[in-house]
């Protein structure tokens, strides 16, 4: 499974998926490093493509489970 970050015009592809929401938002900020503001969030489209925010360990095992789910059908 992939995972594109997406911020500011910019696409970067995550081919190997961090292990948890922390490692997540380190990946996140090391590869927008300080053009990321001071307050951001996370936020993926769902299946049916619903804007769902990300902001715990919890929401980022839902969307790895979901991903996971889809890309068996």
């Not at 970050?5 to 590869?31: G, M, W, Y």
């Not at 990321?36 to 919890?58: A, G, H, R, V």
Request: aromatic share 8%.
């Amino acid at each position: 499974m992939t995972i594109k970050i997406c911020f500011n015009n910019q696409t970067h592809r995550i081919s190997k998926h961090p292990t948890d929401f922390t490692a997540l938002i380190q990946k996140v900020s090391e590869i927008f490093g300080n053009q990321l503001p001071q307050n951001w969030t996370l936020q993926y489209l769902d299946s049916d493509e619903d804007k769902i925010m990300l902001n715990s360990q919890e929401d980022y095992k839902t969307l790895l489970e979901e991903e996971m789910g889809a890309s068996n059908k």
